[in-house]
C-alpha cells in the first residue's frame, strides 16, 4: 500500500495521494530553509496546496476527457 485514499468526488473517479509526495514535500521545505522561517510558512501552507489543487484539477480534465470519449478511468495518482 503505497498510497492514501482521498476519496472520490467528481465523476466517482478515485483520488489517491502516493506516499512520495510526502518525501518531495519534505525535500522542498528542507530545501527551502536557507531563505528562512517565513519562506518555509509559505511554502508549506500556501504554494503547496495551491500547486496540488492546481495538478488535481488539471488531472480531472484528463479523466474526464477519456471518460467523455469512451474510455474507463481507474483513478487518479498524485505523486
Given at each position: 500500500?503505497?498510497?492514501?485514499?482521498?476519496?472520490?468526488?467528481?465523476?466517482?473517479?478515485?483520488?489517491?495521494l502516493h506516499l512520495t509526495f510526502f518525501?518531495?514535500?519534505?525535500?522542498?521545505?528542507?530545501?527551502?530553509?536557507?531563505?528562512?522561517?517565513?519562506?518555509?510558512?509559505?511554502?508549506?501552507?500556501?504554494?503547496?496546496p495551491i500547486l496540488l489543487i492546481t495538478?488535481?484539477?488539471?488531472?480531472?480534465?484528463?479523466?474526464?476527457?477519456?471518460?467523455?470519449?469512451?474510455?474507463?478511468?481507474?483513478?487518479?495518482?498524485?505523486?
Amino acid at each position: 500500500r503505497s498510497s492514501i485514499n482521498l476519496g472520490s468526488c467528481i465523476a466517482n473517479i478515485p483520488i489517491k495521494l502516493h506516499l512520495t509526495f510526502f518525501l518531495l514535500l519534505a525535500f522542498q521545505l528542507f530545501s527551502s530553509l536557507r531563505y528562512g522561517y517565513k519562506f518555509v510558512l509559505f511554502i508549506f501552507f500556501l504554494y503547496g496546496p495551491i500547486l496540488l489543487i492546481t495538478i488535481l484539477v488539471h488531472e480531472f480534465g484528463h479523466a474526464l476527457t477519456t471518460k467523455k470519449l469512451g474510455g474507463e478511468v481507474g483513478g487518479i495518482i498524485l505523486w
